[in-house]
Protein backbone atom coordinates (compact mmCIF):
# COMPACT_ATOMS: atom_id res chain seq x y z
CA UNK A 1 0.00 0.00 0.00
CA UNK A 2 1.37 3.24 -0.79
CA UNK A 3 -0.22 7.05 -0.09
CA UNK A 4 -1.65 8.21 -3.19
CA UNK A 5 -1.90 11.73 -4.13
CA UNK A 6 -3.70 13.96 -1.36
CA UNK A 7 -6.59 16.87 -2.27
CA UNK A 8 -8.40 19.11 0.20
CA UNK A 9 -12.28 19.72 0.10
CA UNK A 10 -13.40 22.75 1.98
CA UNK A 11 -17.43 22.81 2.34
CA UNK A 12 -18.83 25.65 2.42
CA UNK A 13 -22.91 25.05 3.29
CA UNK A 14 -24.83 28.76 2.41
CA UNK A 15 -26.89 29.42 -0.50
CA UNK A 16 -28.84 32.55 -1.36
CA UNK A 17 -31.64 30.23 -1.78
CA UNK A 18 -32.26 26.58 -1.30
CA UNK A 19 -32.82 24.89 -4.67
CA UNK A 20 -35.83 22.08 -4.68
CA UNK A 21 -34.13 19.38 -6.06
CA UNK A 22 -30.57 20.03 -3.83
CA UNK A 23 -29.74 17.45 -0.99
CA UNK A 24 -25.96 18.84 -0.53
CA UNK A 25 -26.14 20.21 3.15
CA UNK A 26 -26.39 24.19 2.22
CA UNK A 27 -28.67 26.15 3.93
CA UNK A 28 -30.33 29.12 2.92
CA UNK A 29 -28.66 32.68 4.71
CA UNK A 30 -31.66 34.13 6.05
CA UNK A 31 -31.55 37.81 7.71
CA UNK A 32 -29.07 37.95 9.91
CA UNK A 33 -28.52 34.34 9.80
CA UNK A 34 -24.70 33.93 7.73
CA UNK A 35 -22.26 33.85 10.59
CA UNK A 36 -19.57 34.31 7.84
CA UNK A 37 -16.54 35.05 9.96
CA UNK A 38 -17.23 32.54 12.78
CA UNK A 39 -17.19 29.65 9.86
CA UNK A 40 -14.45 30.89 8.41
CA UNK A 41 -13.00 30.31 12.07
CA UNK A 42 -13.81 27.02 12.75
CA UNK A 43 -12.42 26.18 9.14
CA UNK A 44 -9.21 27.82 10.31
CA UNK A 45 -9.45 26.03 13.40
CA UNK A 46 -10.10 22.57 11.59
CA UNK A 47 -7.35 22.89 9.04
CA UNK A 48 -4.91 23.40 12.32
CA UNK A 49 -6.07 20.48 13.87
CA UNK A 50 -6.66 18.26 11.24
CA UNK A 51 -2.92 19.19 9.41
CA UNK A 52 -0.73 16.93 11.43
CA UNK A 53 -1.74 14.14 10.20
CA UNK A 54 -0.25 15.16 6.53
CA UNK A 55 3.20 16.85 7.09
CA UNK A 56 5.10 15.69 4.26
CA UNK A 57 2.63 15.20 2.18
CA UNK A 58 2.19 17.91 -0.88
CA UNK A 59 -1.58 18.56 -1.59
CA UNK A 60 -2.30 18.74 -5.30
CA UNK A 61 -5.74 20.41 -5.62
CA UNK A 62 -8.07 22.13 -3.47
CA UNK A 63 -12.02 22.08 -4.23
CA UNK A 64 -14.13 24.48 -2.44
CA UNK A 65 -17.76 23.15 -2.61
CA UNK A 66 -21.15 24.15 -1.33
CA UNK A 67 -23.36 25.26 -0.71
CA UNK A 68 -22.42 28.37 -2.74
CA UNK A 69 -18.78 29.17 -2.00
CA UNK A 70 -19.07 32.41 -4.01
CA UNK A 71 -21.72 33.96 -1.32
CA UNK A 72 -18.00 34.51 0.88
CA UNK A 73 -16.29 37.32 0.70
CA UNK A 74 -12.65 37.81 -1.14
CA UNK A 75 -11.23 38.49 2.31
CA UNK A 76 -12.68 35.17 3.86
CA UNK A 77 -11.54 33.11 1.04
CA UNK A 78 -8.03 34.92 1.29
CA UNK A 79 -7.94 33.76 5.18
CA UNK A 80 -8.46 30.14 4.45
CA UNK A 81 -6.01 30.11 1.75
CA UNK A 82 -3.48 31.76 4.40
CA UNK A 83 -4.61 29.13 6.47
CA UNK A 84 -4.10 26.37 4.15
CA UNK A 85 -0.56 27.40 3.11
CA UNK A 86 0.65 27.43 6.48
CA UNK A 87 -0.47 24.35 7.85
CA UNK A 88 -0.47 22.09 4.54
CA UNK A 89 2.09 22.00 1.96
CA UNK A 90 0.04 22.92 -1.28
CA UNK A 91 1.70 22.00 -4.61
CA UNK A 92 2.97 25.23 -6.27
CA UNK A 93 0.80 23.68 -9.45
CA UNK A 94 -2.06 22.95 -7.60
CA UNK A 95 -5.20 23.21 -9.50
CA UNK A 96 -7.98 25.39 -7.29
CA UNK A 97 -11.40 25.10 -7.77
CA UNK A 98 -14.53 27.56 -6.77
CA UNK A 99 -18.18 26.81 -6.97
CA UNK A 100 -20.32 29.96 -7.83
CA UNK A 101 -24.27 30.27 -8.59
CA UNK A 102 -24.44 32.72 -11.79
CA UNK A 103 -26.67 34.80 -9.39
CA UNK A 104 -23.80 35.34 -7.24
CA UNK A 105 -21.23 36.47 -10.25
CA UNK A 106 -19.59 39.86 -9.09
CA UNK A 107 -16.75 41.08 -11.25
CA UNK A 108 -14.64 42.04 -8.68
CA UNK A 109 -15.31 39.14 -6.11
CA UNK A 110 -14.36 37.15 -8.78
CA UNK A 111 -11.37 39.27 -9.75
CA UNK A 112 -10.66 38.82 -6.02
CA UNK A 113 -10.61 35.24 -6.16
CA UNK A 114 -8.28 34.66 -9.20
CA UNK A 115 -5.64 37.33 -7.36
CA UNK A 116 -5.58 34.71 -4.72
CA UNK A 117 -4.91 31.71 -6.25
CA UNK A 118 -8.18 30.08 -7.65
CA UNK A 119 -7.27 29.04 -11.05
CA UNK A 120 -10.43 27.32 -11.49
CA UNK A 121 -14.50 28.28 -11.65
CA UNK A 122 -17.38 26.08 -11.77
CA UNK A 123 -20.19 27.80 -12.71
CA UNK A 124 -23.73 26.39 -11.54
CA UNK A 125 -25.44 27.34 -14.77
CA UNK A 126 -28.19 24.43 -14.83
CA UNK A 127 -29.88 25.63 -18.10
CA UNK A 128 -29.94 28.96 -20.23
CA UNK A 129 -33.78 28.74 -20.34
CA UNK A 130 -35.47 31.29 -18.28
CA UNK A 131 -38.48 28.95 -18.12
CA UNK A 132 -36.55 26.05 -17.16
CA UNK A 133 -34.66 27.57 -14.46
CA UNK A 134 -37.82 29.01 -13.07
CA UNK A 135 -38.60 26.00 -12.78
CA UNK A 136 -35.69 24.57 -10.90
CA UNK A 137 -36.30 27.37 -8.37
CA UNK A 138 -32.83 29.00 -8.99
CA UNK A 139 -32.10 32.78 -8.51
CA UNK A 140 -30.63 33.43 -11.97
CA UNK A 141 -31.72 33.59 -15.71
CA UNK A 142 -30.50 32.47 -18.80
CA UNK A 143 -28.88 35.94 -19.21
CA UNK A 144 -27.62 35.88 -15.50
CA UNK A 145 -25.36 32.67 -16.78
CA UNK A 146 -24.42 34.34 -19.89
CA UNK A 147 -23.01 36.95 -18.06
CA UNK A 148 -21.40 35.17 -15.40
CA UNK A 149 -18.94 33.16 -17.63
CA UNK A 150 -18.11 36.23 -19.06
CA UNK A 151 -17.22 38.20 -15.98
CA UNK A 152 -15.29 34.74 -14.86
CA UNK A 153 -13.57 34.88 -18.14
CA UNK A 154 -12.76 38.93 -17.76
CA UNK A 155 -11.88 38.51 -14.29
CA UNK A 156 -8.93 35.79 -15.77
CA UNK A 157 -9.93 32.46 -15.06
CA UNK A 158 -9.02 30.39 -18.34
CA UNK A 159 -9.99 27.19 -16.70
CA UNK A 160 -14.08 27.37 -16.41
CA UNK A 161 -16.53 24.70 -16.01
CA UNK A 162 -20.10 24.94 -16.90
CA UNK A 163 -22.46 22.76 -14.89
CA UNK A 164 -25.83 21.89 -16.81
CA UNK A 165 -28.43 19.41 -15.87
CA UNK A 166 -31.00 18.06 -18.78
CA UNK A 167 -34.22 15.58 -17.91
CA UNK A 168 -35.37 18.99 -16.04
CA UNK A 169 -39.71 19.16 -15.65
CA UNK A 170 -41.26 19.43 -19.10
CA UNK A 171 -38.27 19.51 -21.44
CA UNK A 172 -38.02 18.29 -24.55
CA UNK A 173 -34.82 16.45 -26.19
CA UNK A 174 -34.34 19.73 -28.26
CA UNK A 175 -34.46 22.41 -25.21
CA UNK A 176 -31.41 20.16 -23.55
CA UNK A 177 -29.78 19.85 -26.77
CA UNK A 178 -30.26 23.59 -27.07
CA UNK A 179 -28.33 24.32 -23.44
CA UNK A 180 -25.57 22.31 -24.55
CA UNK A 181 -25.22 24.30 -27.71
CA UNK A 182 -25.30 27.21 -25.74
CA UNK A 183 -22.67 26.37 -23.57
CA UNK A 184 -20.41 25.11 -26.48
CA UNK A 185 -20.68 28.71 -27.82
CA UNK A 186 -18.31 30.06 -24.68
CA UNK A 187 -15.94 27.37 -25.51
CA UNK A 188 -15.64 26.74 -21.55
CA UNK A 189 -12.64 24.59 -20.86
CA UNK A 190 -15.05 21.64 -18.97
CA UNK A 191 -18.89 21.22 -18.82
CA UNK A 192 -20.56 18.78 -16.14
CA UNK A 193 -23.79 17.03 -17.63
CA UNK A 194 -25.94 15.93 -15.18
CA UNK A 195 -29.11 13.95 -15.24
CA UNK A 196 -31.11 15.43 -12.84
CA UNK A 197 -32.27 13.26 -10.33
CA UNK A 198 -34.53 13.52 -7.49
CA UNK A 199 -33.20 12.66 -4.25
CA UNK A 200 -35.11 11.76 -0.72
CA UNK A 201 -35.26 14.50 1.62
CA UNK A 202 -35.77 17.48 -1.35
CA UNK A 203 -38.92 19.15 -2.05
CA UNK A 204 -38.84 17.60 -5.55
CA UNK A 205 -39.08 14.14 -4.02
CA UNK A 206 -42.02 14.76 -1.92
CA UNK A 207 -43.62 16.45 -4.64
CA UNK A 208 -42.48 15.14 -8.29
CA UNK A 209 -42.45 17.49 -11.20
CA UNK A 210 -43.33 15.87 -14.35
CA UNK A 211 -39.61 14.60 -15.60
CA UNK A 212 -39.66 13.08 -19.52
CA UNK A 213 -40.16 9.58 -20.02
CA UNK A 214 -36.85 7.02 -19.89
CA UNK A 215 -37.11 6.88 -23.75
CA UNK A 216 -37.08 11.02 -24.18
CA UNK A 217 -33.72 10.80 -21.83
CA UNK A 218 -31.92 8.31 -23.76
CA UNK A 219 -32.08 10.59 -26.69
CA UNK A 220 -31.12 13.56 -25.01
CA UNK A 221 -28.15 11.11 -23.80
CA UNK A 222 -27.05 9.87 -27.00
CA UNK A 223 -28.14 13.14 -28.76
CA UNK A 224 -25.78 15.00 -26.48
CA UNK A 225 -23.35 12.91 -26.41
CA UNK A 226 -22.83 13.11 -30.25
CA UNK A 227 -22.91 16.86 -30.28
CA UNK A 228 -20.63 17.25 -27.60
CA UNK A 229 -18.10 14.72 -29.52
CA UNK A 230 -18.90 16.63 -32.90
CA UNK A 231 -17.62 19.44 -30.97
CA UNK A 232 -14.30 18.40 -29.46
CA UNK A 233 -15.38 17.47 -26.25
CA UNK A 234 -14.15 14.29 -24.77
CA UNK A 235 -16.29 12.98 -22.45
CA UNK A 236 -14.16 11.21 -19.17
CA UNK A 237 -16.18 10.21 -16.77
CA UNK A 238 -19.71 9.10 -17.02
CA UNK A 239 -20.79 13.31 -15.98
CA UNK A 240 -17.65 14.86 -16.78
CA UNK A 241 -16.69 16.53 -20.58
CA UNK A 242 -13.65 17.96 -21.21
CA UNK A 243 -12.21 20.49 -24.15
CA UNK A 244 -10.15 18.22 -26.30
CA UNK A 245 -8.03 21.17 -28.44
CA UNK A 246 -4.88 21.01 -26.40
CA UNK A 247 -3.19 18.08 -24.99
CA UNK A 248 -0.42 19.46 -22.27
CA UNK A 249 1.12 17.09 -18.99
CA UNK A 250 -0.75 17.52 -16.47
CA UNK A 251 1.21 16.26 -13.36
CA UNK A 252 -0.82 14.13 -10.99
CA UNK A 253 2.54 13.07 -9.44
CA UNK A 254 2.16 9.34 -8.83
CA UNK A 255 4.60 8.27 -5.89
CA UNK A 256 5.88 5.37 -7.66
CA UNK A 257 5.91 7.53 -10.73
CA UNK A 258 4.31 5.25 -13.08
CA UNK A 259 2.19 7.44 -15.18
CA UNK A 260 -1.35 7.64 -15.51
CA UNK A 261 -3.62 7.95 -18.41
CA UNK A 262 -4.83 10.81 -17.51
CA UNK A 263 -1.69 12.83 -16.82
CA UNK A 264 -2.08 14.11 -20.12
CA UNK A 265 -5.87 15.22 -20.49
CA UNK A 266 -5.63 18.72 -20.26
CA UNK A 267 -8.90 20.04 -18.92
CA UNK A 268 -9.85 17.60 -17.06
CA UNK A 269 -10.79 18.28 -13.45
CA UNK A 270 -7.97 17.12 -11.46
CA UNK A 271 -9.67 17.44 -7.98
CA UNK A 272 -12.31 15.03 -9.41
CA UNK A 273 -9.90 12.56 -11.25
CA UNK A 274 -8.42 12.00 -7.97
CA UNK A 275 -11.35 11.08 -6.02
CA UNK A 276 -11.86 8.04 -9.33
CA UNK A 277 -8.66 6.92 -9.27
CA UNK A 278 -8.82 6.41 -5.50
CA UNK A 279 -6.84 9.00 -4.32
CA UNK A 280 -6.65 10.90 -0.87
CA UNK A 281 -8.55 13.84 0.36
CA UNK A 282 -8.92 15.65 3.61
CA UNK A 283 -12.49 17.02 4.47
CA UNK A 284 -12.99 20.08 5.90
CA UNK A 285 -16.61 21.90 6.57
CA UNK A 286 -19.88 21.04 7.92
CA UNK A 287 -20.61 18.04 6.94
CA UNK A 288 -17.27 17.31 4.76
CA UNK A 289 -15.61 13.97 4.13
CA UNK A 290 -12.22 12.82 3.74
CA UNK A 291 -10.68 9.42 2.65
CA UNK A 292 -7.23 8.74 4.33
CA UNK A 293 -4.43 6.70 3.47
CA UNK A 294 -2.02 5.88 6.15
CA UNK A 295 0.32 3.64 4.58
CA UNK A 296 2.78 2.81 7.85
CA UNK A 297 -0.54 1.17 9.51
CA UNK A 298 -1.61 -0.30 6.25
CA UNK A 299 -5.47 1.01 7.12
CA UNK A 300 -7.48 3.76 4.81
CA UNK A 301 -10.08 5.43 6.69
CA UNK A 302 -12.89 7.75 5.53
CA UNK A 303 -13.91 10.56 8.06
CA UNK A 304 -16.62 13.02 8.13
CA UNK A 305 -17.42 16.46 10.06
CA UNK A 306 -20.15 17.45 11.93
CA UNK A 307 -23.24 18.06 9.57
CA UNK A 308 -24.81 21.19 11.34
CA UNK A 309 -23.27 24.08 10.49
CA UNK A 310 -23.39 25.69 14.33
CA UNK A 311 -22.36 22.55 15.96
CA UNK A 312 -19.38 22.63 13.64
CA UNK A 313 -18.40 26.13 14.05
CA UNK A 314 -18.70 25.14 18.09
CA UNK A 315 -16.09 21.90 17.50
CA UNK A 316 -13.95 22.61 15.04
CA UNK A 317 -10.61 22.53 16.00
CA UNK A 318 -11.41 19.40 18.34
CA UNK A 319 -11.85 16.07 17.74
CA UNK A 320 -15.38 16.35 19.18
CA UNK A 321 -15.69 17.94 14.95
CA UNK A 322 -15.38 14.64 13.37
CA UNK A 323 -18.67 12.65 13.24
CA UNK A 324 -17.33 9.50 11.70
CA UNK A 325 -13.98 7.95 11.51
CA UNK A 326 -14.48 4.37 10.18
CA UNK A 327 -11.48 2.34 9.30
CA UNK A 328 -12.40 0.59 5.59
CA UNK A 329 -13.12 -3.19 5.56
CA UNK A 330 -11.53 -5.61 2.34
CA UNK A 331 -15.21 -5.42 1.14
CA UNK A 332 -15.21 -1.87 1.82
CA UNK A 333 -12.60 -1.24 -0.15
CA UNK A 334 -13.11 -3.32 -3.54
CA UNK A 335 -16.66 -1.67 -3.71
CA UNK A 336 -15.58 2.03 -3.29
CA UNK A 337 -12.55 1.15 -5.35
CA UNK A 338 -14.88 0.02 -7.93
CA UNK A 339 -17.34 2.67 -7.53
CA UNK A 340 -15.07 5.12 -8.48
CA UNK A 341 -12.59 3.34 -11.10
CA UNK A 342 -15.36 2.35 -13.36
CA UNK A 343 -17.09 5.57 -13.65
CA UNK A 344 -13.82 6.66 -15.70
CA UNK A 345 -13.93 6.08 -19.56
CA UNK A 346 -10.59 4.96 -19.65
CA UNK A 347 -10.92 3.45 -16.36
CA UNK A 348 -8.03 3.13 -13.76
CA UNK A 349 -4.56 1.23 -14.21
CA UNK A 350 -4.76 -2.12 -12.70
CA UNK A 351 -1.19 -1.50 -10.79
CA UNK A 352 -3.78 1.20 -8.81
CA UNK A 353 -5.77 -2.07 -6.78
CA UNK A 354 -3.13 -3.30 -5.11
CA UNK A 355 -1.31 -0.10 -4.53
CA UNK A 356 -4.24 2.37 -3.31
CA UNK A 357 -6.29 -0.79 -1.61
CA UNK A 358 -3.59 -2.76 -0.17
CA UNK A 359 -5.32 -5.95 -1.56
CA UNK A 360 -4.21 -8.35 -3.85
CA UNK A 361 -6.08 -8.19 -7.29
CA UNK A 362 -6.68 -12.29 -6.48
CA UNK A 363 -9.22 -11.04 -4.08
CA UNK A 364 -11.33 -10.27 -6.77
CA UNK A 365 -10.29 -12.66 -9.56
CA UNK A 366 -13.89 -14.27 -9.32
CA UNK A 367 -15.72 -11.58 -10.06
CA UNK A 368 -13.21 -9.80 -12.35
CA UNK A 369 -13.56 -13.32 -14.64
CA UNK A 370 -17.50 -13.09 -14.53
CA UNK A 371 -17.92 -9.32 -15.13
CA UNK A 372 -15.27 -10.07 -18.45
CA UNK A 373 -17.57 -13.19 -19.52
CA UNK A 374 -20.52 -11.07 -19.59
CA UNK A 375 -18.75 -8.20 -21.25
CA UNK A 376 -19.33 -5.91 -19.21
CA UNK A 377 -15.46 -5.61 -17.88
CA UNK A 378 -13.44 -5.03 -20.99
CA UNK A 379 -10.34 -7.69 -21.03
CA UNK A 380 -7.67 -5.33 -20.69
CA UNK A 381 -4.17 -6.60 -18.78
CA UNK A 382 -3.31 -2.43 -18.30
CA UNK A 383 -6.28 -1.21 -17.27
CA UNK A 384 -9.65 -1.73 -14.96
CA UNK A 385 -12.22 -0.27 -17.06
CA UNK A 386 -16.30 -0.95 -18.36
CA UNK A 387 -16.64 -1.84 -21.86
CA UNK A 388 -19.55 0.28 -24.04
CA UNK A 389 -21.88 -2.44 -22.48
CA UNK A 390 -21.00 -2.17 -18.87
CA UNK A 391 -20.78 1.29 -18.82
CA UNK A 392 -23.94 1.48 -19.82
CA UNK A 393 -25.79 -1.13 -17.29
CA UNK A 394 -22.90 0.51 -14.43
CA UNK A 395 -24.83 -0.69 -11.72
CA UNK A 396 -25.09 -4.33 -12.78
CA UNK A 397 -21.55 -4.31 -13.21
CA UNK A 398 -21.00 -2.29 -9.88
CA UNK A 399 -23.09 -5.55 -8.39
CA UNK A 400 -20.30 -8.17 -8.90
CA UNK A 401 -18.15 -6.10 -6.64
CA UNK A 402 -20.90 -5.99 -3.72
CA UNK A 403 -18.95 -8.71 -1.69
CA UNK A 404 -21.14 -10.05 1.69
C1 LIG B 1 -23.05 22.11 -5.12
S1 LIG B 1 -23.77 22.36 -6.64
C2 LIG B 1 -22.86 23.69 -7.45
C3 LIG B 1 -22.76 25.14 -7.16
C4 LIG B 1 -23.93 25.97 -6.73
N1 LIG B 1 -24.40 25.47 -5.48
C5 LIG B 1 -25.04 26.01 -7.73
O1 LIG B 1 -25.96 25.21 -7.60
O2 LIG B 1 -24.99 26.88 -8.59
C6 LIG B 1 -23.12 21.13 -7.71
C7 LIG B 1 -23.89 20.75 -8.96
O3 LIG B 1 -24.55 19.52 -8.79
C8 LIG B 1 -25.63 19.43 -9.69
N2 LIG B 1 -26.81 18.93 -8.95
C9 LIG B 1 -27.27 19.36 -7.77
N3 LIG B 1 -28.37 18.65 -7.42
C10 LIG B 1 -28.60 17.76 -8.41
C11 LIG B 1 -29.60 16.75 -8.66
N4 LIG B 1 -30.60 16.53 -7.79
N5 LIG B 1 -29.51 16.03 -9.80
C12 LIG B 1 -28.50 16.25 -10.67
N6 LIG B 1 -27.54 17.18 -10.51
C13 LIG B 1 -27.59 17.92 -9.39
C14 LIG B 1 -25.86 20.81 -10.24
O4 LIG B 1 -25.52 20.85 -11.60
C15 LIG B 1 -24.96 21.68 -9.41
O5 LIG B 1 -24.43 22.75 -10.15
S1 LIG C 1 -27.43 26.78 -5.07
FE1 LIG C 1 -26.42 24.76 -5.40
S2 LIG C 1 -25.93 23.97 -3.36
FE2 LIG C 1 -27.32 25.71 -3.11
S3 LIG C 1 -29.30 24.79 -2.89
FE3 LIG C 1 -29.04 25.27 -5.07
S4 LIG C 1 -28.09 23.42 -6.00
FE4 LIG C 1 -27.93 23.24 -3.77
Known amino acids: MINPPLSLYVHLPWCVRKCPYCDFNSHEIKAGSFPEKEYVGAVIRDLEFSAARFQGREIISIFFGGGTPSVMSVDSMGSILEAVDANLALSSHAEITLEANPGTADSRRFTGYRRLGVNRISLGVQSFSDDKLAGLGRIHNGGDAASAIEIAAAAGFSNVNIDLMYGLPGQTVAEALSDLERAVTFKPEHISWYQLTLEPNTIFYSKPPPLPEDDVIWQMQTRGQDYLVRRQYQQYEVSAWRRNDRACLRNLNPPTGRPSPYDKNDHACLHNLNYWQFGDYIGIGAGAHGKITDQTATKIVRQSRLRIPASYIDKAGSASAIAGDKQLTETDLILEFMLNALRLKDGVPWHYFEERTGLS????????????????????????KATKKGARYLNDLLQYFMLQ
Open 361 to 384: PDSIHKQVEAAKNNGLLADDQEMI
